[in-house]
């Protein structure tokens, strides 16, 4: 079974949702960023999404923005996050999505993209700007090698729009609960809750809500209607401050702490 639907079983089994943080890979560096993977595995992580870096991030904001142009300044490549993502699944074995655009996958080979990943222990891929005919081929392809391509919807999705994607969906929906970049907020969007009821008229895959989440009310309020919350932005500005790799880890194990509430 592939790790990301047995996830998503447990918790609804213990009746207790998700949490999914986010990280660029290779910011500050590689190396580290393998640590901070594992202690985000270790904190009690139920997915973790791999970023990789690229020079044209159009759905991110100014935070991750930076993170993967310092990844690119280190020279980190897809195969990089690949290996980095096989050295984690020597480790630990938590979910792992990778968060990607379209042209660093074409760039490399869709089909090579699609066994490397496998072999790499990758359960999910999250294509932001691939749709239609184009997301069928990848999705195809990943299915072949037992890896589901996570589907975004937003706020603007019509109905219509929504039905199609629910209908070719597998592993999880990823809900933006707001129209516009990544970034942390200091309010939650009123129409994350409205989108999560208007995808579950369309399909029972849990849902994971992303965008703006930066406090522990945010995940709580996110708790109450989807099924995990997505955590990037927080954890990425803390990797940023930090003067050093190891003051990097230590960051993002207090904010983690500090964001994650008490589960049953």
Request: charged letters at 25%.
């Amino acid at each position: 079974m592939n790790r990301i639907k047995a996830k998503f079983d447990d918790l609804r089994a213990k009746s207790t949702k998700g949490f999914i943080p986010f990280i660029t890979a290779g910011d500050p560096d590689i190396e580290t960023s393998l640590l901070i993977c594992q202690k985000l595995a270790d904190l009690g992580a139920d997915v973790i999404e791999f970023g990789v870096p690229f020079s044209d991030p159009m759905a991110d904001g100014p935070t991750i923005q930076r993170s993967s142009m310092r990844s690119l300044e280190n020279g980190t490549t897809l195969s990089d996050v690949l290996m980095m993502a096989k050295r984690f699944r020597g480790s630990r074995d938590t979910p792992v999505v990778i968060f990607t655009y379209f042209n660093p996958v074409l760039r490399f080979g869709i089909d090579r993209f699609a066994r490397t990943a496998s072999e790499a222990g990758i359960d999910g891929v999250l294509l932001t700007d691939v749709i239609g005919d184009e997301a069928d081929e990848v999705s195809q392809k990943l299915t072949e090698y037992g890896i589901d391509l996570i589907s975004l919807a937003a706020p603007t999705t019509t109905d219509e729009r929504l039905h199609t994607i629910c209908a070719n969906a597998r592993g999880f929906i990823y809900a933006v609960s707001r129209a516009g970049v990544t970034g942390a907020r200091v309010e939650m969007a009123a129409n994350a809750e409205e989108l999560c009821r208007r995808i579950r008229n369309f399909t029972d895959l849990p849902i994971a809500v992303g965008f703006g989440i930066s406090t522990m009310q945010h995940v709580e309020s996110v708790w109450q209607y989807g099924d995990a919350a997505v955590v990037g932005s927080a954890i990425v500005a803390e990797i940023e401050a930090s003067p050093s790799p190891l003051d990097a880890l230590k960051s993002v194990e207090a904010i983690v702490t500090h964001l994650l509430p008490q589960r049953s």
